[in-house]
């Protein structure tokens, strides 16, 4: 009797936990197409068509959140999905864990220029603040930050690298934090960047922001976050769309991914 007991106890666990999986693989499989109508519309100035050539290679520089990856790969598998014919290599990941600005430009040779790809995504900014809220906002950091960016953008397309600048993401989820409210300093600093280099700018601070106003009655506190920074899967969605419409993918071809 005892072990008729255990063998419907496991199978109820065997049950349940199957639906937990079924559930995470149909959420993540739809990601990028239920996130689409909650980020607002592409900029004009997104390109038209897609940037890459056959066998392009994409290097993402970045902090912690480019580390972990996710919307790294939500990008990879929907230019596969699209593109195939590309054979668009898996983009190099150059993220690392607690950078800022100041950091990015010492490896920025090696770990970017050294690879030769065709394109950069530069995500910077989010530690440049979190990092220093205990301590008045200070222009010379914003200056610095500014420069290094810029000196980034500039090597870049000295070796014929486009690039896709991204605006740091969210802090907490609340657009009237101390913390947001100095991110769209250097948002700000990023964007006029853009505008001066003529590179595509990725506004995902942005398109954050607008995707907030649809966060669902009774949601948890963290809804595209896991703590206030770092991505779940919703929020990587929402950074994938971002790199891809600069990729030149339209918004019509994202919805199409199932």
């Known amino acids: 009797?005892?072990?008729?007991?255990?063998?419907?106890?496991?199978?109820?666990?065997?049950?349940?936990?199957?639906?937990?999986?079924?559930?995470?693989?149909?959420?993540?499989?739809?990601?990028?197409?239920?996130?689409?109508?909650?980020?607002?519309?592409?900029?004009?100035?997104?390109?038209?068509?897609?940037?890459?050539?056959?066998?392009?290679?994409?290097?993402?520089?970045?902090?912690?959140?480019?580390?972990?990856?996710?919307?790294?790969?939500?990008?990879?598998?929907?230019?596969?999905?699209?593109?195939?014919?590309?054979?668009?290599?898996?983009?190099?990941?150059?993220?690392?864990?607690?950078?800022?600005?100041?950091?990015?430009i010492l490896r920025f040779q090696k770990d970017v220029i050294d690879r030769k790809p065709a394109v950069v995504t530069i995500n910077v900014g989010i530690n440049d603040v979190w990092h220093r809220l205990k301590a008045p906002h200070d222009e010379k950091v914003l200056a610095a930050y500014k420069e290094n960016v810029e000196k980034m953008v500039e090597m870049a397309q000295k070796n014929n690298i486009k690039v896709l600048l991204l605006t740091p993401t969210v802090f907490n989820e609340d657009p009237g934090t101390e913390g947001n409210k100095r991110l769209l300093l250097y948002c700000d600093a990023m964007k006029s960047i853009a505008k001066k280099k003529q590179c595509i700018l990725v506004d995902l601070h942005s398109m954050f922001l607008e995707a907030l106003k649809h966060k669902p009655a009774g949601a948890k506190d963290y809804w595209l976050t896991k703590d206030g920074v770092h991505m779940k899967p919703l929020g990587d969605a929402i950074m994938a769309i971002g790199v891809l419409r600069g990729l030149g993918v339209s918004d019509k071809e994202i919805a199409s991914l199932k």
């Open 1 to 104: 009797m005892k072990n008729k007991w255990s063998k419907v106890v496991l199978c109820m666990l065997f049950l349940v936990m199957g639906n937990v999986f079924a559930a995470d693989d149909e959420d993540e499989g739809n990601n990028l197409v239920k996130v689409l109508p909650w980020v607002g519309k592409p900029s004009k100035d997104m390109p038209k068509k897609i940037i890459l050539g056959k066998e392009s290679l994409i290097v993402a520089i970045g902090d912690s959140i480019t580390m972990q990856g996710g919307y790294l790969r939500d990008c990879d598998a929907a230019l596969i999905g699209l593109y195939s014919d590309l054979q668009i290599p898996i983009i190099k990941n150059a993220g690392i864990s607690g950078q800022k600005a100041e950091n990015f």
